[in-house]
Every structure is written in C-alpha cells, then in structure tokens.
C-alpha cells in the first residue's frame, strides 16, 4: 500500500522532485505555487498552459519532464468543476487525486517519493485527493513471480502554511480505514476460487477480530439445526463446506439501540450447479462473492474508524458446483423462514442463500433495517451496465437515502420498480414459491424473491452484479475488483451516526 503524509510546503520540496500541482478551475494562474514554479521555470509553464490549453478542470493535465536541473518532473493536475458537473466536490477532488497518481505512474518515476502540491482553498479537501490516489494505486499482483511494482510509493501531500495539519490527519485517519476497507474488499474479490474457499474466507474474516469486531460462525451442522435448507441445498454439490459468518461492530452509546444490518452474498464459486454455465466466462464466478467482501471491508471500516453505530454483516459463504450430490432442478427445500421453494434453476442460486440469512438475521438480531448486496443477476448488467448497480426497497426513505450515500461516495445506485405482478410471477406449483419466474425482467424477480423473506423490516437489495469488477480501469478505481460498496454504506452509515 503506498505511504501518505502532509507536511507543509517549502522552496526545498522543487528539489529532485517529481511533484503534481493541483489546479482549481481557471483561476489557478493566479495561485502563488503556480505562480512560483512558473518563476523557477522563467514562464514556460504559463508557455505550456497556454499551447495545451489547459484550463484546470477534473480530468485534464499537463506534464513536463525534467523542466529544470532541479524538478524531474512537473505535472498539472485539473481539479476545478466543469461545467453543469453533477459530481460532488469530494468525488471530484478524489478523481483529482487518482489522474496525478496515474500521471506518475505512467512517466515511470522509481523509488521517489512524489509531492501533491494543493492551493490555499483547497487545503480542506487534501484528503480525498490523497484517498483518491490511494485508491487508484491498488493492485493485484501476489500470483506474478515478477511482481509490477507500483510507484510512486510514496506521496507527500505539501500544504499551504496556514493549513491544519492536524485536522487534515484526522481527516485522513478516516479515509485510510476507508482505503482499507475498499483494499480488503478487492483482494477478497480478486483471489482465485482455489485460494478463497468458504473456509478461507472465513479464516480471514475471524483474522479482523483484534479490530474490535465480534465474529460468531455456524457451521453446516449449526445451520442445519436451525433449518437453512435453501442455503445448503446450494452447498450440497460442493466438497467444501458452508458457513455463514456474523460479524457484530457495537460503536453506539447505547449497547442495546438495535443494529444495522448488511448481508452478503458469499458464494466463492458460481458453477451454476447442474443448471451449468457457458464454459466462456465461467472464470469470471470467483467474483460472486462480491457482496460479501463489502459487507467484510465495510465491517473492517467500521471498527478502524470507531463508528458510533450499532452494526452486524452477515455472509453466506457457500460454493455452487455439480457434483453427484448437487442439487437438481425441480428440487423442493425448506427455508429457515418454513417458506418451501421449488429450484427450478440451480444458477439462480444467490437468492437461495440470501433467503435464509434474511430472515435469520430479522429474528435473531432485530435490525433497524437490512442492506443486502449480491452480484445477482446477469440481467441487472444489462438494464444497467458497470456505471450503476440496482436498488429495490420496500422502503422508500431507506432507498433514497442509499441513493444519495452512493452519489456524495461515488458509487451509483439507481432505483429499480417492484410489485405485485411481478411477485405473482415466482408463484410454484408445488412449493410456496419457485426460485425463477422467466427472462423478462428478470432482476426484479431476483428482488421480489428476497422480499418474501424480509417480513416488514426496512430493506434495500443492492445487485452489484456489474459494479463489483471492472473490465477497464475508472477513477480511483484499476481494472479488476472496485470494492463497490464500501464506499457507499460507509457513506450511508456516516449519515447516521450525527
Ligand atoms: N452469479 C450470477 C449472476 C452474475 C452474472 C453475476 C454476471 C456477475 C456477473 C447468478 O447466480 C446467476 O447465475 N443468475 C442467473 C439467474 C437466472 C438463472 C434466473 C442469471 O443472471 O443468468
Ligand atoms: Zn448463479
Ligand atoms: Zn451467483
């Protein structure tokens, strides 16, 4: 993980440096660090500026390498607000920091240490250019035996003299758990199925314990007791067995004040089961434990930042293969609900196991509300792309508050329609409900499935199915696992805690 620090600016930081100086908008030719490098370099910046027609908004830069004996090299970052931006300041500031991160790392600077540069005004908001170039610098890279190894790794973030260091530092306390968070959740994300297994997964769910996390398993035989025959009818086609993971955060003043609760999908490997996948692609189901890993990252961010809230997260950790012992379609299981289901699709499968830790967690836990993430539906991908992930509620407050945690974080959600017909439509012939219902809208099926189990609790689905890998890198995210969802119910949880 790369180091960030703060520190105040001085003339001595133009030394051997490789520095990025962040421009606000049009007025930045008036900031005396543009001003003052532009001197060292007798006007050839203000030169560049103009040939480039770099003008300072989010997404443009300028680069000049070695423009004096002293600065090996200089880039311009545009930070300021184009035009009718419906992106909020902080988002903007953090793609901001993720472009002058990129920008180093493409002129290929080893082993020195990088100095953001950030204007008077906008000393405030120096943290999330550094989260932003924290969180575009992750990868992946444990299984290549000549490791890419990512520079810069060190960044000074240089601060005007009247600035706060310290209440920028405690600032940053917060988003470094949150990078955190955001990291755990792409590499939980980013194994392979062979490494990360439900027993693996719960090892290293059981390993944030000294945080101040609680972390309580049931096992197939404790699940099986307590009657989750939806989750193992999924699990019965694998050699590696189940385990539902709760983790419990208690941050409130008040022991008792009912929790939030988050839920995860947390299946490791999404065969299809005997309703079996198209071998194309097929790799990419290591990923269907997406709900999951951010239900563990956020838990993780939770207790980093000792959140004043009462929390749980509750994943499903369970592998979907074909194997003698799988289930087939046409198979009737029980609930831990008592609700039967006829599993007319072995690939629909996410449903299955969610439906048993909704309704557990309503009993046991009593939550204030429930947020579940899963990559659910190959169908949401198509409504949505990778830009959106679904929500459906049966709660409108709770829905529009998740919406604007995802906008102020950068992680959108948009709101899908639910309803009667749609129920209807996963009726059963012969058991209570089936676990498909036809194409044709398929993820609002997917949604009204869930919602038979949640009772009147607060609810919100959140099918990540798009958002949770990214086929090509965005800001502050690299190609690979995003992490989606962290952000956001950190946002979300924010919110509450004042
Ligand atoms: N894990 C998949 C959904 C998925 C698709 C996640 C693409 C990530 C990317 C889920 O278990 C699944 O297979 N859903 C089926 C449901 C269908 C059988 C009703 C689907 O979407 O095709
Ligand atoms: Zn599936
Ligand atoms: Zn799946």
């Known amino acids: 993980m790369i180091s960030i620090s703060f520190e105040k600016f001085s003339d001595q930081h133009c030394e051997k440096s490789a520095l990025a100086l962040f421009c606000d908008g049009a007025n930045f030719i008036h900031d005396e660090y543009y001003q003052q490098l532009n001197n060292l370099l007798q006007g050839r910046l203000e030169k560049a500026v103009s040939m480039q027609e770099f003008n300072g908004v989010t997404g443009q830069s300028l680069q000049l390498i070695a423009p004096t004996d002293s600065i090996a090299q200089l880039h311009l970052i545009g930070c300021g607000a184009k035009d009718k931006s419906t992106v909020s300041d902080i988002?903007?500031?953090?793609?901001?920091?993720?472009?002058?991160?990129?920008?180093?790392?493409?002129?290929?600077?080893?082993?020195?240490?990088?100095?953001?540069?950030?204007?008077?005004?906008?000393?405030?908001?120096?943290?999330?250019?550094?989260?932003?170039?924290?969180?575009?610098?992750?990868?992946?890279?444990?299984?290549?035996?000549?490791?890419?190894?990512?520079?810069?790794?060190?960044?000074?973030?240089?601060?005007?003299?009247?600035?706060?260091?310290?209440?920028?530092?405690?600032?940053?306390?917060?988003?470094?758990?949150?990078?955190?968070?955001?990291?755990?959740?792409?590499?939980?994300?980013?194994?392979?199925?062979?490494?990360?297994?439900?027993?693996?997964?719960?090892?290293?769910?059981?390993?944030?314990?000294?945080?101040?996390?609680?972390?309580?398993?049931?096992?197939?035989?404790?699940?099986?007791?307590?009657?989750?025959?939806?989750?193992?009818?999924?699990?019965?086609?694998?050699?590696?067995?189940?385990?539902?993971?709760?983790?419990?955060?208690?941050?409130?003043?008040?022991?008792?004040?009912?929790?939030?609760?988050?839920?995860?999908?947390?299946?490791?490997?999404?065969?299809?089961?005997?309703?079996?996948?198209?071998?194309?692609?097929?790799?990419?189901?290591?990923?269907?434990?997406?709900?999951?890993?951010?239900?563990?990252?956020?838990?993780?961010?939770?207790?980093?930042?000792?959140?004043?809230?009462?929390?749980?997260?509750?994943?499903?950790?369970?592998?979907?293969?074909?194997?003698?012992?799988?289930?087939?379609?046409?198979?009737?299981?029980?609930?831990?609900?008592?609700?039967?289901?006829?599993?007319?699709?072995?690939?629909?499968?996410?449903?299955?196991?969610?439906?048993?830790?909704?309704?557990?967690?309503?009993?046991?836990?009593?939550?204030?509300?429930?947020?579940n993430l899963a990559t659910l539906t190959g169908a949401i991908v198509v409504a949505l792309g990778t830009d959106y992930a679904g929500l459906f509620s049966n709660d409108s407050t709770l829905s529009t508050e998740l919406k604007q945690a995802g906008e102020k974080a950068g992680e959108k959600l948009w709101p899908m329609p639910m309803g009667e017909s749609y129920n209807r439509r996963i009726d059963s012939d012969i058991a209570d409900m089936k676990n498909i219902g036809g194409r044709p809208g398929s993820s609002i099926l997917a949604a009204e499935f869930l919602k038979r189990f949640v009772g009147d609790t607060s609810w919100a689905h959140l099918d990540i199915a798009g958002t949770a890998w990214c086929d090509k890198a965005g800001p502050c995210i690299p190609k690979g696992a995003s992490g989606f969802g962290v952000q956001l119910l950190n946002q979300f949880v924010a919110d509450r805690e004042h």
């Open 91 to 371: 988002i903007r500031l953090q793609h901001a920091g993720s472009d002058a991160f990129q920008a180093l790392r493409e002129t290929k600077i080893k082993n020195a240490k990088a100095y953001f540069i950030i204007p008077q005004t906008l000393a405030e908001q120096s943290a999330s250019i550094a989260l932003g170039a924290r969180l575009k610098a992750y990868n992946f890279s444990l299984y290549q035996s000549d490791k890419k190894e990512i520079y810069p790794q060190e960044i000074s973030i240089l601060l005007p003299q009247n600035a706060s260091l310290t209440q920028i530092e405690a600032q940053w306390a917060e988003f470094e758990a949150l990078s955190e968070g955001v990291y755990l959740a792409r590499n939980l994300v980013s194994e392979p199925a062979n490494v990360l297994y439900p027993e693996s997964f719960r090892a290293r769910i059981e390993a944030l314990e000294p945080l101040g996390l609680e972390i309580d398993v049931l096992d197939r035989a404790a699940m099986a007791s307590l009657g989750f025959g939806a989750l193992l009818g999924v699990a019965q086609g694998s050699n590696k067995p189940p385990y539902t993971v709760i983790i419990r955060y208690q941050g409130a003043t008040d022991k008792d004040e009912a929790p939030l609760a988050f839920i995860g999908k947390g299946v490791t490997f999404d065969s299809g089961g005997i309703s079996i996948k198209p071998a194309a692609g097929m790799e990419d189901m290591k990923t269907d434990m997406g709900g999951a890993a951010a239900v563990v990252g956020l838990m993780s961010v939770l207790a980093r930042r000792k959140a004043k809230i009462n929390a749980i997260g509750v994943v499903g950790l369970v592998e979907n293969m074909v194997s003698g012992d799988a289930q087939r379609p046409g198979d009737v299981v029980k609930s831990y609900s008592g609700l039967t289901i006829e599993v007319q699709n072995t690939d629909a499968e996410g449903r299955l196991v969610l439906a048993d830790l909704l309704s557990y967690t309503k009993d046991k836990y009593a939550p204030s509300l429930m947020v």
